[in-house]
């Protein structure tokens, strides 16, 4: 059974940081093009950030690049983003990803074949 879990939400105040990890089992994900995406209350799902299977090519959100890092360890099949310098308007529920045929469709949900169940995160002002 393939699964996505994330972790490391909760309640900050602005200017703190999080670290967010997303364990991923059941089957491999070194090749898998693995994605951050958030949503907040009434609004689209929309994308945060990307990862390339071997870690070398990284996309992120435009309001969040310079603040937040997308990593991955293969070995653990481990996914991180840590994020600094939040701001009220990072508040969601972040979901992580996996895209087993990455290509230029990264920022679309659609692209993605598996999702975890996501993990709140509330910055404070």
């Known amino acids: 059974q393939v699964q996505l879990v994330e972790s490391g939400g909760g309640l900050v105040q602005a200017g703190g940081s999080l670290r967010l990890s997303c364990a991923a089992s059941?089957?491999?994900?070194?090749?898998?093009?693995m994605g951050w995406f958030r949503q907040a209350p009434g609004k689209e799902r929309e994308f945060v950030a990307f990862?390339?299977?071997?870690?070398?090519?990284?996309t992120y959100l435009n309001s969040v690049s310079g603040r937040f890092t997308i990593s991955r360890d293969n070995a653990k099949n481990m996914v991180y983003l840590q994020m600094n310098n939040l701001k009220p308007e990072d508040t969601a529920v972040y979901y992580c990803?996996?895209?087993?045929?990455?290509?230029?469709?990264?920022?679309?949900?659609?692209?993605?074949?598996?999702w975890g169940q996501g993990t709140q995160v509330t910055v404070s002002s």
């Open positions: 059941g089957r491999t994900f070194s090749s898998d093009g």
């Open positions: 990862i390339s299977g071997n870690g070398r090519s990284t």
């Open positions: 990803a996996a895209d087993r045929s990455p290509s230029s469709a990264i920022l679309r949900v659609t692209s993605y074949d598996y």
